[in-house]
C-alpha cells in the first residue's frame, strides 16, 4: 500500500491531531503542541478511507469548479449531492412558460418560450427543488431518526445566503442548491440544522451537541461556507 503524503503544521489551540485536506495544500496533519510526531503516520493509517473519499471530492470540485456563464443555458448538469449528472435538451414551442420534464437516460428537456433566460432559470430551479424534496428530504429524515429527533416539516427554497435554516417550531428548510455540494458537505449541513431542533442558538451547548454528530464539524463547517464557489453562475444567488 503506497504511502499518504502529507504536511504537518503546529497549532497551539489544537487539543488532539486531526486532518484537513485541501486542494491548494492536499493533506494536512495539524497537532497541538508538544504531540510526539511518531505517531503521526499511525494517525494517518487510520484516516485512510477518511483520506479517500476527501481526494475523491476535491476531484469533483475541480472538475466542475468553473462557473458557466451567466446567462448561458447549461448543458450538463452536475448534482453531487445525489450523485447524478443530467444533459439537457432545449426545445423552443409556441406555449406561453417554460417546464422542465425528466426523460429515459437521465436527460432534462426544457421547453416553451425559450427566448429569455429568466423562465429558463426559473423552470431549472423548480427541477431542482423537486430533486431537492426527492432525495434529501428523506436523508434529512433518517439523519433526526438515527439521532433521536424529529423534524415537524421541511421546506425546499432558494435562499440567497444559507444553505439551510430551522425554525422555532422545528421546521427545517434546505436550499435547493444543497443539490450542487459534495455529499460530505451537505450531510453536514442536514446535521447542522438537525441539532437546532434540540438547541436553537449556537452557543457552547449546541457545538457540542454537534460535535457529538459529527467530529470533524470545524472543518466541515469552514468547508461549507466556502461552497458557493460550487455552484453553477447560470443558478448562483446574486447577494
Not at 159 to 168: D, G, L, M
Not at 172 to 199: G, M, T
Request: charged share 30%; hydrophobic share 40%; glycine share 6%.
Amino acid at each position: 500500500m503506497m504511502p499518504v503524503a502529507y504536511k504537518v503544521r503546529v497549532s497551539p489551540r489544537a487539543k488532539y491531531p486531526r486532518l484537513k485536506m485541501s486542494a491548494r495544500e492536499g493533506l494536512v496533519v495539524v497537532i497541538p503542541e508538544g504531540f510526539d510526531e511518531s505517531r503521526i503516520p499511525s494517525v494517518v493509517e487510520g484516516k485512510r478511507e477518511w483520506i479517500r473519499r476527501s481526494e475523491e471530492r476535491l476531484r469533483d470540485q475541480v472538475k466542475f469548479l468553473a462557473p458557466q456563464p451567466t446567462g448561458v443555458r447549461p448543458e450538463r448538469i452536475w448534482l453531487p449531492a445525489i450523485g447524478q449528472e443530467w444533459s439537457v435538451v432545449y426545445r423552443p414551442t409556441d406555449g406561453n412558460g417554460v417546464t422542465a420534464v425528466e426523460r429515459r437516460g437521465q436527460q432534462l428537456l426544457v421547453y416553451g418560450d425559450l427566448d429569455e433566460a429568466g423562465p429558463i432559470v426559473e423552470a431549472l430551479g423548480r427541477w431542482l427543488a423537486r430533486k431537492t424534496r426527492e432525495h434529501l428530504v428523506p436523508w434529512l429524515i433518517a439523519l433526526g431518526r438515527d439521532k433521536g429527533l424529529d423534524v415537524a416539516g421541511v421546506a425546499i427554497r432558494a435562499q440567497r445566503t444559507r444553505w439551510a435554516s430551522c425554525s422555532a417550531r422545528g421546521t427545517i428548510s434546505l436550499n435547493l442548491r444543497l443539490l450542487f455540494l459534495p455529499q460530505e458537505l451537505v450531510r453536514y449541513a442536514l446535521l447542522h440544522e438537525l441539532a437546532h431542533i434540540q438547541e436553537m442558538n449556537h452557543s457552547r451547548r449546541y457545538w457540542m451537541l454537534l460535535e457529538s454528530f459529527e467530529r470533524n464539524y470545524r472543518a466541515l463547517d469552514t468547508e461549507l461556507r466556502a461552497g458557493w464557489r460550487l455552484v453553477p453562475d447560470w443558478i448562483r444567488p446574486s447577494v
